[in-house]
């Protein structure tokens, strides 16, 4: 009964590969979110999208590609891994009116 | 946009003790702000919020205050527990926009 669920939770992967992690979640939420964590724990917005369309696209490397099939998914396609995306990518959604984020457990992403 | 301050970043209290963390935010529009807690390993999640038609909120041992003039808010966690250990994250959003922006973090330590 997972609330937001991500996979994979551990990504290991070398540079110049493509690599996706999904989303899903149960909550009957509209909105969905990426956001990315670095190593000294900032935790900054990435993307969002309400009811599958793209409402908040930050300043983020055209290599990360957002989908949308349906409004309880959300999954994030990065291409040309670098050694800087290297953090843990979290999956949010959020309550209609009152905006409360509810997060996944998190995709920790290393590039070697 | 909205930029939020954090700070202490990290916090080590006695157990029983009380633990301050203060915020600060530039967006003088927001009107919504959330604190949310990461343990380890774990996505973050809310604990307390407050809008801005109120100075004050408690739940238990938390409290929120909020200085709209002087944009500052506070988290207050009384008699501290092993198990508030972790890190505490704020954040502020304005009314109507989607994107919440989160401070830098306070990792809380609760020595036994």
């Known amino acids: 009964d997972t609330a937001v669920s991500q996979t994979p939770k551990y990504l290991v992967t070398q540079m110049g590969n493509d690599k996706s992690i999904k989303c899903e979640q149960n909550?009957?939420?509209?909105?969905m979110y990426w956001y990315k964590q670095d190593s000294k724990k900032f935790l900054k917005i990435m993307f969002s999208y309400n009811n599958k369309e793209l409402i908040i696209n930050e300043t983020v490397p055209n290599r990360f590609s957002p989908k949308s099939p349906d409004k309880a998914h959300l999954n994030l396609h990065i291409n040309s891994l670098e050694l800087g995306d290297s953090a843990v990518y979290f999956c949010?959604?959020?309550?209609?009116?009152?905006?409360?984020?509810?997060f996944g457990e998190g995709s920790r992403l290393t590039v070697l | 946009g909205e930029n939020v301050e954090q700070h202490p970043s990290t916090l080590s209290v006695q157990e029983g003790d009380s633990a301050v963390i203060k915020c600060t935010y530039s967006?003088?529009?927001?009107?919504?702000f959330p604190w949310y807690k990461q343990e380890l390993g774990k996505g973050p999640q809310l604990i307390i919020d407050i809008r801005s038609n109120v100075g004050e909120k408690k739940d238990q041992r938390i409290a929120v205050t909020l200085n709209k003039t002087a944009k500052h808010f506070s988290l207050h966690i009384t008699e501290t527990q092993p198990e508030d250990s972790a890190v505490y994250f704020c954040?502020?959003?304005?009314?109507?926009?989607?994107?919440?922006?989160f401070g830098t973090g306070t990792r809380l330590t609760i020595i036994p």
């Open positions: 954040a502020a959003r304005s009314f109507g926009n989607e994107k919440l922006t």
């Open positions: 967006d003088s529009a927001s009107n919504y």
């Open positions: 949010a959604s959020s309550r209609p009116n009152t905006g409360e984020l509810f």
């Open positions: 909550l009957g939420h509209d909105t």
